[in-house]
């Protein structure tokens, strides 16, 4: 009774800003997918005939017809008639202007339709070739730079279904959720719903547990041939790229997303330590812990990986995402808050200049706070460098991509200091996607709405945790450079006080490594023929030559 009636204000933790550029940001990648396929279909909705006459006749058919109206920018047409290569059309809620709304030839120039038989026809050379009479259409005004009006275009709900998720990495709070292109399309909410294989976006919780385990950042994992015999027969891993890349840092595994780096650490510090973390993190439960799973092969949902992502961002402590900020009863009185934090200076009438409140938190740790700067600091790499690189921010920024076979599902899930995102694309029944990858179409994505996050919540550097110190390192060999060193090759890792790091330990999950591969990943020190020159430990300058494997290298030789 109080719930209904009791006048109770529930305050939403959406951020309206954020939503909308949740939902512009999700539907541009769809639709730049989807029109990229070139292959129209239209909303398959058609009005007769003897409904199409001028003023009020199609106006009221059209009304009738259940096609999406919540797409910003997009409106409902029927096609009027069809003249020479361009389509007259009544557009709902825009007033018919004396001339008429029109297709033209050069916006369909991209589509062709699929003809009876299943194959595609010729390419669109007017509107004529897409549409007749009667069809039901969506439509969206194209604009010039200035914003003046160009042309009517032609549009389409795309096949292709995706999700997108924001959250505050610190309260839990859900600032925006976007799950699908449309909801009057389809209610089904693909972030909470959809439970899809992450790909490589679950590695980083592979590595989490390996730095727990005695491992750093520049432990030398080798990249080498893997087979597994299981009861559904021989097993054998791969790399993305279909190469194999030699003994390299663990922070290369993850930065270029290594497959067979990824599984040779899971099978050394166990698949059960790797499942403990992913339920502890609040990913799967239960995790089967078979080593594919190492991989991503396990299905979860974005929700669930955008929260897990959140407590890399915020340190290591739990953080349970919410749509519901607090309740109030009717004098205002808070009878509900999600956040439980305690501000401890809140209640001072002033704060000294440059001195923020101080927030005290009692939430349950479930990563080291060290381990969790040196992941974070990986997956700094990885959009520095390795597989996210394309993707672009005004402040610090930390993420990871995942594609999984034969591209049926791309992810990419990130996060600044204060703000985590992920984005989520496939179709509902899973199929291939050709050239589709995370970092390609899902990184876009989260750039476009994370511009719009900064923009309002701003984002700083990321907290180094006390108890620790920081070594330069040769990111290539994982080697221990003087203090001073500079150069693309050199990178600080952070090591834990009273803990001596032990570098050029390799670790090759028990599988064993065959013969004469190369030392260095490949493409990354220099060319697959030529020299590369590096710095030493000592500081000295070594030229390493090309190819550069075991007969030329011993394990304990130059570093």
């Not at 915020?314 to 607090?326: A, H, K, S």
């Amino acid at each position: 009774a109080e719930f209904f009636g009791g006048g109770l204000t529930i305050r939403a933790t959406v951020d309206p800003d954020l939503q909308a550029a949740a939902a512009a940001a999700l539907r541009e990648g769809l639709e730049k997918f989807d029109r990229a396929g070139g292959v129209w279909r239209g909303t398959g909705k058609v009005i007769a005939a003897d409904r199409l006459g001028e003023g009020a006749g199609w106006r009221a058919a059209l009304a009738e017809v259940a096609v999406p109206r919540d797409i910003a920018g997009w409106h409902p047409a029927v096609v009027l008639a069809t003249t020479g290569k361009a389509a007259r059309i009544g557009i709902e809620g825009v007033e018919d202007d004396p001339d008429g709304h029109f297709i033209p030839a050069e916006d369909v120039s991209w589509a062709r339709k699929r003809l009876a038989d299943g194959k595609l026809g010729a390419k669109a050379k007017g509107a004529g070739d897409l549409v007749e009479v009667g069809d039901v259409v969506l439509v969206r005004a194209i604009t010039n730079d200035d914003g003046s009006f160009k042309r009517w275009s032609l549009r389409q709900v795309p096949e292709v279904q995706g999700a997108f998720m924001a959250m505050d990495v610190n309260s839990g709070r859900v600032l925006a959720m976007q799950g699908g292109f449309s909801y009057q399309d389809s209610v089904f909410n693909r972030t909470t719903q959809a439970t899809r294989q992450p790909g490589s976006s679950f590695k980083p919780f592979v590595y989490a547990a390996a730095l727990d385990s005695g491992f750093s950042p520049a432990t030398i994992i080798i990249d080498a041939p893997i087979e597994v015999n299981t009861p559904q027969g021989m097993w054998r891993p791969k790399n993305a790229s279909n190469k194999f890349y030699g003994p390299a840092p663990m922070r290369t595994g993850i930065e270029q997303s290594r497959n067979l780096m990824t599984v040779r650490i899971a099978q050394e510090i166990g698949m059960d330590t790797v499942a403990i973390y992913a339920e502890r993190f609040g990913v799967y439960d239960p995790m089967n812990p078979f080593l594919a799973n190492a991989l991503g092969a396990q299905e979860t949902t974005l929700f669930k990986m955008v929260a897990a992502y959140s407590m890399f961002a915020n340190g290591g402590e739990r953080v349970e995402p919410t749509l519901v900020d607090r309740v109030q009863d009717r004098y205002g009185k808070t009878i509900y808050r999600h956040d439980q934090r305690v501000c401890e200076d809140c209640q001072l009438a002033s704060l000294g200049a440059g001195f923020a409140p101080r927030i005290v938190s009692r939430r349950e740790r479930v990563m080291d706070a060290i381990t969790a700067y040196q992941l974070t600091s990986m997956l700094q790499g990885v959009v520095q460098r390795g597989t996210g690189r394309g993707i672009h921010l005004p402040v610090p920024f930390a993420g990871k991509t995942g594609t999984t076979n034969d591209s049926k599902d791309v992810w990419f899930i990130g996060y600044t200091s204060n703000i985590a995102a992920g984005c989520y694309i496939g179709h509902d029944q899973p199929r291939p996607m050709p050239h589709a990858s995370g970092a390609g179409m899902c990184g876009p994505v989260f750039q476009a709405f994370m511009q719009a996050a900064v923009a309002k919540y701003g984002g700083g550097k990321f907290r180094v945790p006390p108890g620790g110190h920081f070594i330069n390192v040769d990111r290539f060999t994982g080697s221990p450079l003087v203090d001073g060193s500079s150069g693309d090759n050199v990178v600080a890792e952070y090591f834990r006080d009273g803990e001596e790091p032990t570098f050029g330990m390799l670790v090759d999950g028990g599988f064993g490594m065959g013969s004469n591969l190369p030392l260095f990943a490949y493409g990354e020190v220099g060319s697959d023929e030529g020299d590369a020159t590096v710095i030493t430990g000592t500081g000295e300058t070594k030229v390493i030559p090309g190819k550069a494997n075991f007969g030329t290298l011993s394990s304990g030789g130059l570093y």
